[in-house]
C-alpha cells in the first residue's frame, strides 16, 4: 500500500502513477579540430506530476488521519503551499515500517500548479487533482556572491555559513492529526528523520499515533 505525503497533507488515495522527470545540464560544444565533446554538469532540479482522486465517501482502500475531509481542505492546502513560497516536503512511503531505502521517495519540492478536474464518466461523484512539483535545494546554509559572469550569464560563488545551535526538545506530546513524518518536520526540521522516531520510539508504524502519547525525540 502506498502513502503519499505533500507537506503535513496526505492523500486519501495514492495515484496509480507519478512522473517524475530528471533534467540534466549537460553542455555540447563544437571544437574546430576535435569535433563535439559533451561537458557533463550535475543533474538539473526534478520535475514530478501526478493525478491524485479526493473521494467525497470513504472507501476501503482510502487512509486518513481523522475521517473523510472535505475537497476543500486538499485545494486551501495546496493554495497556502503555492502562496507562502516555501518547500513542503514530498513523501512516497511504499512501507509504512520504513521511511528510508531505494524504493521510497523523500525530496524537499515548491508546488508549481494544480488543477480540479470534474471528471464523472473518470472519477463518478469524486474529483481528481492534477499535481506539479519541482525540486528544492535548500540554500539556507549557502551564501552567494556574484564572481563574473561567462558567455552573458552571471556565475555565483557558493560558501557554507554556520550552522543554527537550536537546542531542541527532548519530547513531544502528539496532538490530533500529528504523523511521525509531521512531528519530525515540525521538531526536527526535517521530515525524512520520522525513521529515526519510529525506532526509537519502537512504533509499529509512521501514522497510528495516540492524542497525548509522549514521542522521544534524542
Same mark, same amino acid.
Given at each position: 500500500m502506498y502513502?503519499?505525503?505533500?507537506?503535513?497533507?496526505?492523500? $486519501?488515495?495514492?495515484?496509480?502513477?507519478?512522473?517524475?522527470? #530528471?533534467?540534466?545540464?549537460?553542455?555540447?560544444l563544437t571544437l574546430i579540430n576535435e569535433g563535439e565533446i559533451n561537458l557533463l554538469k550535475s543533474r538539473g532540479l526534478q520535475e514530478i506530476s501526478f493525478e491524485v482522486l479526493i473521494p467525497h465517501q470513504?472507501?476501503?482502500?482510502?487512509?486518513?488521519?481523522?475521517?473523510?475531509? $472535505?475537497?476543500?481542505?486538499?485545494?486551501?492546502?495546496?493554495?497556502?503551499?503555492?502562496?507562502?513560497?516555501? $518547500?513542503?516536503?514530498?513523501?512516497?512511503?511504499?512501507?509504512?515500517k520504513s521511511i528510508s531505502g531505494i524504493y521510497n521517495t523523500n525530496i524537499k519540492v515548491s508546488v508549481e500548479d494544480y488543477n480540479l478536474i470534474d471528471d464523472a464518466g473518470k472519477y463518478g461523484q469524486d474529483i481528481g487533482i492534477s499535481i506539479k512539483l519541482k525540486e528544492y535545494k535548500d540554500k539556507s546554509n549557502i551564501l552567494m556572491s556574484i564572481v563574473g559572469k561567462?558567455?552573458?550569464k552571471t556565475q555565483y560563488l557558493l560558501?557554507?555559513?554556520?550552522?543554527?545551535?537550536?537546542?531542541?526538545?527532548?519530547?513531544?506530546?502528539?496532538? $490530533?492529526?500529528?504523523?511521525?513524518f509531521t512531528? #519530525?518536520?515540525?521538531?526536527?526540521?526535517?521530515?525524512?528523520?520520522?525513521?529515526n522516531l519510529l525506532e526509537l520510539n519502537k512504533l509499529p508504524n509512521l501514522i497510528d499515533l495516540t492524542v497525548g502519547q509522549v514521542i522521544r525525540l534524542e
Open positions: 502513502i503519499f505525503y505533500l507537506g503535513s497533507l496526505l492523500f $486519501p488515495v495514492a495515484p496509480e502513477g507519478v512522473n517524475i522527470k #530528471a533534467n540534466n545540464q549537460n553542455k555540447t470513504k472507501y476501503s482502500f482510502s487512509k486518513y488521519l481523522g475521517g473523510v475531509l $472535505p475537497i476543500q481542505h486538499y485545494t486551501e492546502a495546496l493554495a497556502a503551499m503555492k502562496a507562502t513560497k516555501k $518547500p513542503v516536503q514530498f513523501i512516497i512511503l511504499r512501507n509504512l561567462v558567455e552573458n560558501t557554507k555559513v554556520r550552522e543554527s545551535t537550536k537546542i531542541l526538545p527532548k519530547t513531544y506530546t502528539v496532538n $490530533p492529526g500529528d504523523t511521525l512531528i #519530525a518536520k515540525k521538531q526536527l526540521g526535517d521530515g525524512a528523520k520520522a525513521q
